[in-house]
């Protein structure tokens, strides 16, 4: 089309001015001409106008999305028993079906190889849910969740914790990372109040240990359910400000562990129940970065259990500070967005803190971890790590084990 203006209007603009030369008498073709250019530039202007708003409408608007976080670790124990470790890689993708329903998925490898026949690591679906977003206050979520429970299982990437590894109160009390299959309501009915409950799969106890306590209970692959569970939590938010802000977290979960892979009554087909209640915060004011959790679990039946040792009761608890010393004058160029987090965690559990019966145990599964470090956000989203950390038991003539820790982590999306 713009071919033609310029033959229709550009010809006849030099035929006119040509005639003008030739004839500079006659005024009525220099009106002429200067309409005719006019016009042309009137209608190349509204082109070019259709050209803009047919790039805005040709735009594509993206409905998937993608990110992922990922963990390499250095571990040196007096022990000897020193490593790396490509501890995690994790994608996530997820899809915007329409405004009100959302995809999220979760996929990540652990170890980075897997080979279960030589005790190799997990390539597992960790989150795969639909949102059906209705209000503020209302929304359904279904399909495998992280159990709401504690402060690292929904809330993992390495940007997000101090220290090399996740607190152990979180891994040996409140089994991180804890996946359940199963439907479920959430929402934020007020501004300083949310909430989320869920009826899912149960626990296997043919996984339960003495050491370990119920992290052997969880089933990865396709979850049973001939004894299901209820879990959920709320979260309030009493003061929020630039200066300072609080959460304070109360979870609980509750189900039966008569289950295995695939469905079914498992090999010890008890109507064992495990209970759990957890109690957790998170404060930070000027600088200062605080948070701490307590859990305590317990199991209805652990004396008929298979496993040797299993506690009738469990317990953890931590306790975490840390700040912020990047000073400002540091804060430029690239490291504009950098931060310093010096912080010490105190923990303590015990997968033993009952056993059946009133028996008394060894004090070995009673445990202590002193962690001292620093993070060093590089940015927002990739950070290097360091601590020391030293771990003891109750168990007699135990000593302290020292353990040092180095790794880095990042996050995008």
């Known amino acids: 089309m713009k071919d033609q203006f310029v033959k229709k209007y550009g010809v006849a603009a030099l035929v006119t001015l040509i005639a003008g030369a030739a004839y500079s008498e006659s005024q009525d073709r220099i009106l002429v001409l200067e309409k005719q250019m006019a016009a042309a530039h009137a209608e190349i202007a509204a082109l070019k106008g259709e050209k803009e708003d047919l790039s805005v409408l040709e735009e594509p608007v993206s409905r998937l999305s993608f990110g992922g976080y990922g963990e390499i670790h250095a571990n040196i124990a007096e022990s000897g028993s020193d490593q790396i470790d490509i501890h995690r890689l994790v994608m996530y993708v997820g899809y915007q079906f329409t405004d009100w329903i959302r995809l999220t998925s979760e996929t990540e490898l652990e170890h980075a190889y897997v080979n279960k026949d030589k005790g190799g690591g997990d390539l597992v679906i960790e989150q795969l849910y639909v949102d059906f977003l209705l ?10 969740v992280l159990a709401p429970l504690g402060i690292i299982n929904q809330h993992h990437e390495p940007t997000l914790f101090n220290g090399v ?4 109160v979180e891994k040996y009390i409140i089994p991180s990372t804890w996946s359940l299959d199963g439907v479920g309501i959430f929402g934020y009915p007020l501004s300083w109040l949310s909430y989320e409950a869920y009826a899912v799969a ?3 106890d043919t996984g339960f240990s003495a050491k370990e306590g119920i992290r052997g209970g969880r089933i990865k692959e396709r979850q049973g359910l001939n004894d299901g569970a209820l879990t959920g939590r709320i979260d309030i938010f009493p003061m929020a400000s630039d200066e300072q802000d609080l959460r304070i ?3 609980g979960y509750y189900g039966g562990t008569n289950n295995k892979n ?3 009554d498992n090999t010890n087909n008890l109507d064992n129940v495990f209970t759990m209640i957890s109690a957790d915060f998170e404060y930070n004011i000027a600088c200062l970065r605080f948070r701490g959790l307590a859990a305590h679990g317990s199991n209805s039946d652990a004396d008929m259990l298979a496993a040797v040792g299993v506690g009738d009761e469990i317990f953890g608890w931590y306790l975490e500070a840390g700040a912020s010393v990047m000073p400002e004058a540091w804060q430029h160029g690239r490291l504009a967005d950098a931060d310093i987090i010096p912080f010490v965690r105190y923990e303590e559990y015990d997968t033993q803190h009952e056993l059946p019966g009133g028996a ?3 004090g070995e599964y009673e445990r202590t971890d002193i962690t001292v470090g620093a993070n060093f956000l590089l940015t927002q989203d990739f950070v290097v790590k360091a601590d020391i950390q030293f771990a003891s ?3 007699s003539g135990s000593d302290t ?3 040092y820790n180095l790794g880095m982590g990042w996050v995008f999306q």
């Open 165 to 168: 590894e996740r607190p152990n």
């Open 393 to 395: 038991n109750e168990a």
């Open 360 to 362: 008394s145990s060894t």
């Open 202 to 204: 149960g626990l296997d």
């Open 262 to 264: 695939k469905g079914g």
């Open 249 to 251: 977290g109360l979870s």
């Open 401 to 403: 084990v020292v353990k």
């Open 135 to 144: 209000s503020d206050a209302l929304n359904v979520r279904a399909g495998r």
